[in-house]
């Protein structure tokens, strides 16, 4: 029996699961009380929290409504019963709350010293953004980044690993499934603790409880502070290291790790290969590029190697605000004598530092929130943009570090899976990039050696970057065969059998299509996409009730799928189950009030019905989404005709003439108007275009020659009624017609 739609996500009040080796920064507050309470309060300690821990900062009685007018969407941020929710809604005619949706808050993203967002954890392990942020700075909800767009994804938005690495603790994954980017199974821990930077502490807190003291007890757990600079930087830039949260991938893993695989201590090259992304564009969404731009600075580069982040932070205490400049100043005295800063005047040398050599940068986060230039340096303007620009007018990636001195070979597999890291509807809108990855890949098989464990790894991750690539440019054969090759090498890959279900179905091939699903699903059993795939097909083959079985079970398992319910209210369509297809199609207006297929079938729905008020409104709001359909212009004259308004109805109907999209059923539609208002001409008119739009149509030779008749041209009817009993010789009425004509 399948289990109730109705089952909550995975409670974020439940203990989040760690990975071997670690034991959660509670275990080490015992010993360590003052710097962990200190340590809590920084932007790390509260970068990923509990709701119910995080301290009410955001505005939920009063000013808790956006109105965003690209997209057109309300936004109203609750609190319910002890938990947080954010709704959206549009507004009807009546100015009345329809298409409202709902989800509550399981995580708070950011420590609020800038803004905080909020995400769902679904019950299939997917993490999803809602679309609405609190800025601090500004103490108001607005957009999240990157939302504040007509087209955003709302509450769709899944998160990957990538984001969930750098704002958390570890959390335990699963071994084997791994590779799928946006499966979480455990509960997240919260914040980025103690073992972040000091790496699996259980062994180090397990000798504590038995008393053990002295090297043993430290050598038992890492300490950055007793590491080269180097290593102390890597700890820092595992995070603050990228460059861009961009499209192109600015960090590729090294063969047989995973994004969670880093541990503090060890260098950076045996994890993955980093690159910094030159762009000419300084609009890019650039907020975490700190250590590039540490490294840029005058001050880094004297150093001989010897400068950190904490030559200037205290990665345990955050500073009071009061004593900010003071604490600043007096780290940078640490190197600049104050008796050498002679164009300095002394209420300079007792200033703020940071003011005129880290100038706070231009806006990100759509004018939210601004960030501290990290590139010290001298500057005429405090506002001196954070980003630096370049020459090129070209996006490209350079090697950071020791990766410049990486085999040939190896730097084009890196490099091109750079170029194909972003997702495929990114990169179908910028081909270039597909084009140039393909290109690096290509170069890269051509150059690696026959044999070898390594090589043989990357040739897997190659063969389906490839197939990716081909997939993008819309050459599916090749895509096909890629994805081939690269399950051939390695089974266990959720893209390349995911992909290859799509593309064989859209060949036609539905049991290769079928045996692909099945194939993603026996590794990833939550993966709700195959999951919906195997219902398509079950439903193309005729099995409605396996079809429905998998579209439920999808739903179960990701409330939110859109296409499932989509799927399952044309089912109840073609069943003739009006009420349970209504209430389908109502789902999918309230996961996506822009949904055109459903408002079209629910505008339809309402028409058939009578509900003539409410079919008006869908199918207007379908129009206004998509102007160019000449289906909507008739589907409304037919309620405009209904409702009696036949002056309305032919209006609708011109307009579409008027843009050029009118084919046979609109003048055929636009010539029965006509008829009906005894405007014989314009009928004729509008019969006869229809009749060139769709020569030979009985129905509209019949419909023309009635005009005929009725305006008095009887020779004209007579041979329209012959000519449609030519083409359907048991056309009784027309037969009938011409019996009455013939009579003396």
């Given at each position: 029996m399948l289990e109730s739609r109705a089952t909550a996500g995975i409670e974020s009040h439940q203990s989040a699961v760690l990975p071997d080796g670690y034991t959660g920064e509670k275990q080490c507050a015992p010993c360590h009380q003052e710097i962990h309470d200190s340590f809590k309060k920084l932007g790390m300690g509260q970068s990923w929290l509990d709701p119910s821990e995080a301290p009410l900062i955001e505005d939920y009685q009063t000013n808790n409504t956006v109105h965003h007018a690209k997209s057109g969407f309300y936004y109203k941020m609750l609190r319910k019963g002890g938990k947080f929710v954010q709704q959206r809604y549009l507004l009807d005619r009546k100015q009345r709350p329809i298409d409202l949706h709902e989800e509550k808050v399981d995580y708070v993203v950011g420590s609020g010293n800038h803004a905080r967002s909020y995400l769902r954890h679904h019950p299939n392990g997917v993490i999803t953004q809602l679309p609405v942020t609190w800025y601090s700075q500004q103490k108001r909800w607005d957009m999240s980044p990157g939302y504040d767009i007509k087209n955003h994804l709302d509450f769709s938005r899944a998160i990957p690993q990538g984001c969930v690495f750098c704002h958390?603790?570890?959390?335990?994954?699963?071994?084997?499934?791994?590779?799928?980017?946006?499966?979480?199974?455990?509960?997240?821990?919260?914040?980025?603790?103690?073992?972040?930077?000091?790496?699996?502490?259980?062994?180090?807190?397990?000798?504590?409880?038995?008393?053990?003291?002295?090297?043993?007890?430290?050598?038992?757990?890492?300490?950055?502070?007793?590491?080269?600079?180097?290593?102390?930087?890597?700890?820092?830039?595992?995070?603050?290291?990228?460059?861009?949260?961009?499209?192109?991938?600015?960090?590729?893993?090294?063969?047989?790790?995973?994004?969670?695989?880093?541990?503090?201590?060890?260098?950076?090259?045996?994890?993955?290969?980093?690159?910094?992304?030159?762009?000419?564009?300084?609009?890019?969404?650039?907020?975490?590029?700190?250590?590039?731009?540490?490294?840029?600075?005058?001050?880094?580069?004297?150093?001989?190697?010897?400068?950190?982040?904490?030559?200037?932070?205290?990665?345990?205490?955050?500073?009071?605000?009061?004593?900010?400049?003071?604490?600043?100043?007096?780290?940078?005295?640490?190197?600049?004598?104050?008796?050498?800063l002679s164009t300095h005047t002394r209420v300079q040398l007792a200033g703020d530092c940071g003011r005129c050599h880290m100038p706070r940068g231009t806006p990100t986060n759509g004018g939210h929130t601004v960030f501290t230039n990290h590139r010290v340096g001298i500057y005429s303007s405090a506002a001196a943009p954070t980003a630096r620009r370049h020459a090129s007018n070209v996006e490209r990636l350079v090697f950071r570090g020791s990766d410049v001195h990486l085999p040939e070979?190896?730097?084009?597999?890196?490099?091109?899976?750079?170029?194909?890291?972003?997702?495929?509807?990114?990169?179908?809108?910028?081909?270039?990039?597909?084009?140039?990855?393909?290109?690096?890949?290509?170069?890269?098989?051509?150059?690696?050696?026959?044999?070898?464990?390594?090589?043989?790894?990357?040739?897997?991750?190659?063969?389906?970057?490839?197939?990716?690539?081909?997939?993008?440019?819309?050459?599916?054969?090749?895509?096909?065969?890629?994805?081939?090759?690269?399950?051939?090498?390695?089974?266990?890959?959720?893209?390349?059998?995911?992909?290859?279900?799509?593309?064989?179905?859209?060949?036609?091939?539905?049991?290769?299509?079928?045996?692909?699903?099945?194939?993603?699903?026996?590794?990833?059993?939550?993966?709700?996409?195959?999951?919906?795939?195997?219902?398509?097909?079950?439903?193309?083959?005729?099995?409605?009730?396996?079809?429905?079985?998998?579209?439920?079970?999808?739903?179960?398992?990701?409330?939110?799928?859109?296409a499932s319910h989509y799927r399952l209210a044309q089912m109840h369509l073609r069943n003739q189950a009006a009420e349970r297809a209504a209430a389908e199609l109502q789902t999918c207006l309230s996961l996506d009030p822009r949904h055109l297929p459903a408002l079209i079938d629910l505008g339809h729905l309402m028409s058939r019905q009578n509900r003539l008020d409410e079919s008006r409104h869908l199918l207007e709001r379908a129009l206004k989404l998509d102007a160019s359909r000449e289906d909507l212009y008739n589907a409304l004259s037919v309620v405009a005709s209904s409702e009696g308004k036949l002056d309305e109805a032919v209006a609708l109907l011109q307009k579409a003439v008027a843009k050029g999209i009118a084919g046979g059923m609109t003048f055929m539609n636009l010539g029965n108007l006509h008829a009906q208002q005894k405007n014989f001409r314009r009928a004729i008119q509008s019969f006869d275009a229809a009749n060139k739009k769709s020569p030979g149509n009985p129905r509209i030779l019949f419909a023309l020659g009635m005009c005929h008749l009725n305006a008095g041209n009887l020779p004209q009817g007579k041979a329209l009624f012959e000519q449609v009993l030519k083409l359907d010789p048991g056309n009784a009425d027309a037969r009938q017609v011409l019996k009455q004509l013939t009579r003396p």
């Open positions: 958390t603790a570890y959390p335990r994954m699963e071994a084997g499934q791994i590779d799928d980017p946006h499966y979480f199974p455990n509960p997240i821990p919260g914040g980025i603790g103690c073992e972040r930077c000091h790496g699996p502490g259980a062994k180090h807190v397990g000798l504590a409880l038995r008393g053990e003291t002295g090297q043993t007890l430290k050598e038992a757990i890492y300490n950055p502070g007793r590491d080269t600079p180097e290593a102390q930087r890597t700890i820092c830039y595992q995070c603050h290291m990228e460059s861009s949260v961009d499209s192109l991938g600015t960090r590729v893993l090294k063969a047989g790790r995973d994004v969670f695989s880093f541990r503090p201590g060890e260098p950076f090259v045996n994890y993955a290969v980093q690159f910094s992304l030159q762009a000419p564009d300084s609009k890019r969404l650039k907020v975490v590029q700190h250590a590039e731009l540490m490294e840029a600075s005058r001050c880094f580069q004297a150093s001989n190697g010897r400068m950190t982040c904490t030559s200037c932070h205290d990665p345990h205490r955050k500073v009071a605000a009061p004593n900010t400049a003071s604490y600043y100043r007096t780290r940078c005295l640490q190197c600049h004598d104050s008796r050498k070979a190896e730097k084009r597999f890196f490099l091109g899976a750079a170029y194909l890291d972003a997702p495929h509807e990114e990169l179908s809108a910028r081909p270039e990039l597909a084009k140039k990855g393909t290109q690096l890949l290509q170069d890269y098989l051509g150059r690696i050696p026959s044999s070898g464990t390594l090589q043989h790894q990357y040739l897997s991750r190659a063969e389906a970057l490839f197939a990716k690539a081909y997939q993008t440019l819309n050459q599916p054969d090749l895509a096909i065969e890629h994805y081939e090759k690269s399950l051939s090498a390695d089974s266990r890959q959720l893209l390349p059998a995911y992909s290859l279900g799509l593309l064989y179905a859209g060949r036609g091939d539905f049991s290769r299509s079928a045996q692909s699903f099945s194939n993603a699903l026996q590794y990833f059993p939550k993966h709700v996409p195959s999951m919906h795939g195997l219902g398509a097909l079950a439903e193309a083959k005729g099995d409605a009730s396996e079809a429905q079985k998998y579209f439920d079970r999808a739903i179960q398992l990701y409330p939110p799928s859109l």
